[in-house]
């Protein structure tokens, strides 16, 4: 499912119970003439509240779609240059090039090694700096 269906499925969520609000609300009103005073004064409260969470959830998956729009922009220009130079290049291509470009495009992130990153496939020693996946590139893996 793309960021796109799930924002639309969730505004199509809130616009379902709003709906719901409302025809609750007019039933009110039909039955009673005009809706008593204290219950059309409760609705317009509660609508009006979930109008408000409804704008801010919207606002907050724009939010969200945005930063997605963003790493992808990033994702894509790092294939590119790796397929590029990697691929389609008749020169072997240097690792720091690649590694240069990722920390630009915030896909790796420099840290002080510790005891834990020591390992057979680190060529460093603990206090040197090495780089580590990002967020985006780690995504759920710890």
Not at 25 to 42: L, S, Y
Not at 48 to 75: F, G, P, Q
Not at 86 to 115: H, M, N, R, Y
Request: proline share 2%; charged share 35%.
């Amino acid at each position: 499912m793309s960021l796109q269906d799930v924002i639309e499925e969730r505004l199509q969520d809130k616009i379902e119970w709003l709906e719901g609000i409302l025809a609750r609300f007019k039933a009110g009103c039909k039955i009673t003439g005009k809706g008593p005073v204290d219950q059309d004064c409760e609705m317009v409260v509660l609508l009006k509240s979930e109008l408000d969470a409804a704008n801010h959830d919207y606002a907050e998956l724009m939010k969200e779609r945005a930063d997605y729009v963003d790493e992808n922009k990033r994702l894509a220009e790092f294939a590119r240059f790796v397929i590029r130079q990697e691929c389609w290049s008749i020169f072997e291509q240097d690792g720091g090039d690649i590694q240069e470009l990722a920390e630009k495009l915030g896909l790796i992130v420099p840290c002080v090694a510790t005891e834990e990153d020591i390992d057979d496939d680190c060529d460093c020693e603990v206090g040197d700096t090495i780089f580590k996946f990002s967020q985006v590139l780690k995504g759920d893996q710890p």
